[in-house]
T-cell receptor, first 114, second 114 residues
Framework: KNQVEQSPQSLIILEGKNCTLQCNYTVSPFSNLRWYKQDTGRGPVSLTIMTFSENTKSNGRYTATLDADTKQSSLHITASQLSDSASYICVVSPFNQAGTALIFGKGTTLSVSS | DSGVTQTPKHLITATGQRVTLRCSPRSGDLSVYWYQQSLDQGLQFLIQYYNGEERAKGNILERFSAQQFPDLHSELNLSSLELGDSALYFC?????????????FGEGSRLTVL
């Protein structure tokens, strides 16, 4: 069964610190892996999209890595800010299927405190 | 601003009632997706339309229905509402119907059933 598991479920860090969020998936083959940021009560916003052949992609202070062999991805946040407090969702797209086949993780809730 | 517009933002109604949620996709996007997000749950795919035609159904209840109009806006109709239908309902749009393109989410409609 295609699944996307994220860890930790929640995380609290101090402002200015770095953190890494994990995503493990069983989807195979897959077309791309995405990370979204969702502020409380708001719609998800795309951070990165990586194809199966990419290893890393950055978007400002956000860096996503992908290891297709171990079926793991991570999202690294550098020098965290209070505005980084949100849920981060990992999404995997099965290969050659419609957009409806996107598989969403349940997200990691990050709280950045001052 | 993703360019996807959802109305209303908030809706409170009673059990047994019927509501309609509206979504205007980004200019040029032909696909519209509807998702449900219950408290502490991941995004659950409900239904997709592409250029006016239903493309795929997910975990959508028979009490729910949707359509996409010629101007590409979409409506999600929820009837015989139950307490468990209380959730955030998101609309997303994309250019194509595959799973390689970017998904743009609206801000959601928060439905509370009392």
């Amino acid at each position: 069964k295609n699944q996307v598991e994220q860890s930790p479920q929640s995380l609290i860090i101090l402002e200015g610190k770095n953190c890494t969020l994990q995503c493990n998936y069983t989807v195979s083959p897959f077309s791309n892996l995405r990370w979204y940021k969702q502020d409380t009560g708001r719609g998800p916003v795309s951070l990165t999209i990586m194809t199966f052949s990419e290893n890393t992609k950055s978007n400002g202070r956000y860096t996503a890595t992908l290891d297709a062999d171990t079926k793991q991805s991570s999202l690294h946040i550098t020098a965290s800010q209070l505005s980084d407090s949100a849920s981060y969702i990992c999404v995997v797209s099965p290969f050659n299927q419609a957009g409806t086949a996107l598989i969403f993780g349940k997200g990691t809730t990050l709280s950045v405190s001052s | 601003d993703s360019g996807v517009t959802q109305t209303p933002k908030h809706l409170i109604t009673a059990t047994g009632q019927r509501v309609t949620l509206r979504c205007s996709p980004r200019s040029g996007d032909l696909s519209v997706y509807w998702y449900q997000q219950s408290l502490d749950q991941g995004l659950q795919f409900l239904i997709q339309y592409y250029n006016g035609e239903e493309r795929a159904k997910g975990n959508i209840l028979e009490r729910f229905s949707a359509q996409q109009f010629p101007d590409l806006h979409s409506e999600l109709n929820l009837s015989s509402l139950e307490l468990g239908d209380s959730a955030l309902y998101f609309c997303a749009s994309s250019t194509g119907q595959g799973n390689t393109g970017e998904l743009f989410f609206g801000e959601g409609s928060r439905l509370t059933v009392l």
